[in-house]
C-alpha cells in the first residue's frame, strides 16, 4: 500500500468518525479514536450496503460519506451494547 493510500485512508477515519460523533450525542473518543470508528465503520458499511443493493458515489466525498454512515451504525451498536 503506499503511503498515499494510507494517508487518505486515515483522513477519511478522521473526518468520518468525528461526524459520526457529532451525529450520535455523546461519543467522542478523540483523534485516534475517531481514525479507529471511521476506519471499521467504512469496513462495516463496505459488508452491508452491496447486500441491500446501496451506492453512495465515488472519489472522496462518497467515501466520507460511506465511512461515516458505517461509522454511525457502529456508535449505535456499541450505544446498545453498553446499555445491556
Keep these: 500500500m503506499a503511503l498515499e493510500s494510507l494517508l487518505v485512508i486515515l483522513i477519511v477515519g478522521a473526518i468520518a468518525g468525528w461526524l459520526a460523533g ?7 473518543y478523540g483523534l485516534l479514536g475517531n481514525i479507529v470508528v471511521g476506519i471499521v465503520g467504512a469496513f462495516l458499511a463496505g459488508l452491508i450496503f452491496p447486500q441491500l443493493g ?3 458515489g465515488t472519489g472522496i466525498i462518497g467515501a466520507i ?14 450505544r446498545l451494547v453498553k446499555r445491556a
Excluded at 22 to 28: D, E, N, R, W, Y
Excluded at 66 to 78: C, D, E, M, N, Y
Design 54 to 56: 446501496l451506492t453512495i
Design 22 to 28: 457529532l451525529i450520535v450525542k455523546g461519543f467522542g
Design 65 to 78: 460519506i460511506h465511512a461515516t454512515i458505517g461509522a454511525v451504525i457502529l456508535l449505535f451498536l456499541i
